[in-house]
């Protein structure tokens, strides 16, 4: 969160300036089962790209890369469209530091 | 100057992936649901720049909670009933704007947003008029089937026996009495030039729809089906599954309207029963009870009747 400002300091009609800033709010938090991609059976189709509500499948170079976990909200919704049945579903207090890091 | 995009994005995940997020993370939508689906789909296929237009509901609140915001695009909210008059304010502006000379015209396309509550109720006069008066704006109705920021009061939206706050389930009812609105329909009767159902489970269908609606020189319609978790009652998981079984057992039909001519654009190969449909969302459990077979029943023959009528304006019968 931006340093809260004095009413003096804020833009008139509630217009916010910065495009995009809620990315800074760690909806992740939220998660109570991470999703984990087996990268042996993915084959990058994107299927879950596409129906992740809250843009937190990572792409990169056509490849599906991970999971943005400050972001993702745990909705398990890549792990039933995944063709391949490569994503699973783990409880958030099991999972440890698994998928941590890309 | 008129800009053309000169070769849109091809609709497959490899291209789109590599667009930047119109909406990002960090919304506070729920897990799981299906509205920011809607947006990003309906943004994505467009290439062009965009300004974005919101009603008040999930969208508009969980979206922008100061002083952040999940828009990179342009984006306005006025109130719960003007989404469509503000939008008209904005296109009438940009034109000016350019007839003027003060700004270049870079084929910006103007889209609102709104769920049901605002589209087919509260806000359905400004979006008449916005329409009437022949605009150039997509207008895309989120339909969750009810006020679902407030707590799942019934709209005109509800379909019948669904449990919502406002039509409970008790002695002397069994959830919402009543058909819902068909608000399709209603735009198609205003004769404008493009008018479409969908459902974000069948991605291209939707994109290949907001590229038909944004390069018409008028004003379009497109009304998508969006499960709420928390108000139908479902896993989050099940959002994509249950989108299918709205399409499938022909409750939400996916078709346009295109200069007053009816497409059929996805005729499932095997129509689902609508109990299946019903079965999967906690709002109908008690519908599945014997003493109410009756509703689906009707429901079922209602379905039936809307789909043949369908299929005889798109002359597929
Ligand atoms: C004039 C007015 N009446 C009532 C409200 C309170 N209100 C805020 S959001 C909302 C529900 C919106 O429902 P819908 O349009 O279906 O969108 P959803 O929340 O389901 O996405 C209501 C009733 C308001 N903001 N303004
Ligand atoms: S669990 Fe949900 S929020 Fe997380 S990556 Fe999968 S679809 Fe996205
Ligand atoms: S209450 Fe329903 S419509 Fe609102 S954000 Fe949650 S799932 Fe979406």
Redesign the interface.
């Known amino acids: 969160?931006?340093e809260p400002?004095g009413w003096k300091e804020l833009p008139i009609g509630?217009i916010?300036d910065?495009?995009?800033?809620?990315?800074?709010?760690e909806?992740g938090a939220?998660?109570a089962r991470r999703p984990i991609v087996d990268k042996d059976k993915c084959t990058s189709?994107?299927?879950c790209?596409?129906?992740c509500?809250?843009?937190?499948v990572v792409?990169q170079a056509?490849k599906m890369r991970g999971f943005?976990l400050?972001?993702c909200?745990?909705?398990?919704?890549c792990?039933?469209?995944c063709p391949a049945d490569a994503i699973a579903?783990v409880a958030e207090a099991e999972a440890g530091t698994e998928g941590e890091g890309g | 100057m008129v800009t053309q995009t000169e070769t849109p994005t091809r609709l497959t995940l490899r291209e789109l992936a590599k667009k930047p997020d119109r909406l990002t993370s960090g919304h506070r939508m729920c897990p799981g649901c299906a509205a920011p689906l809607v947006v990003k789909q309906v943004l994505m296929a467009i290439d062009e720049p965009v300004v974005v237009v919101c009603a008040t509901g999930c969208l508009e609140v969980a979206t922008t909670i100061f002083p952040q915001t999940a828009w990179n695009v342009p984006f306005i909210h006025n109130a719960f009933e003007n989404a469509a008059a503000t939008a008209s304010g904005v296109e009438a502006a940009y034109r000016s704007l350019v007839r003027q000379g003060k700004i270049e015209d870079d084929n910006t396309r103007i889209v609102v947003f709104g769920g049901d509550g605002s589209s087919y109720d509260i806000g359905l006069q400004s979006l008449s008029g916005a329409m009437e008066r022949g605009h150039r704006l997509l207008y895309v109705c989120y339909d969750n089937n009810a006020y679902m920021n407030t707590g799942i009061q019934r709209s005109s939206a509800t379909p019948v026996g669904a449990n919502t706050t406002t039509s409970p389930v008790g002695k002397v009812q069994a959830g919402k009495k009543g058909a819902r609105k068909d608000l399709t329909a209603i735009m198609a009767a205003h004769g404008i030039p493009y008018v479409a159902q969908a459902s974000p489970h069948n991605w291209r269908d939707l994109m290949q729809k907001v590229r038909k609606a944004t390069a018409i020189d008028g004003p379009s319609f497109i009304n998508v089906l969006a499960s709420c978790n928390r108000g139908w009652r479902h896993d989050p998981a099940d959002t994509i599954e249950i989108q299918r079984l709205g399409v499938d057992s022909c409750l939400w039909p996916l078709y346009e309207v295109e200069d007053g001519v009816y497409r059929v654009t996805y005729r499932p190969k095997v129509k689902v029963p609508v109990s299946d449909y019903l079965a999967s969302q906690g709002r109908f459990g008690h519908l599945l009870q014997p003493a109410n077979q009756y509703i689906i029943e009707a429901l079922q023959a209602d379905v039936d009747r809307r789909w043949e009528r369908l299929l005889r304006m798109a002359g597929e019968v």
């Open positions: 969160m931006p400002k509630g916010i910065s495009p995009g800033s809620a990315r800074d709010l909806t939220w998660r189709c994107l299927q790209w596409m129906f509500p809250d843009m937190a792409v056509d943005d400050y972001h909200k745990g909705c398990g919704i792990a039933k469209i579903m």
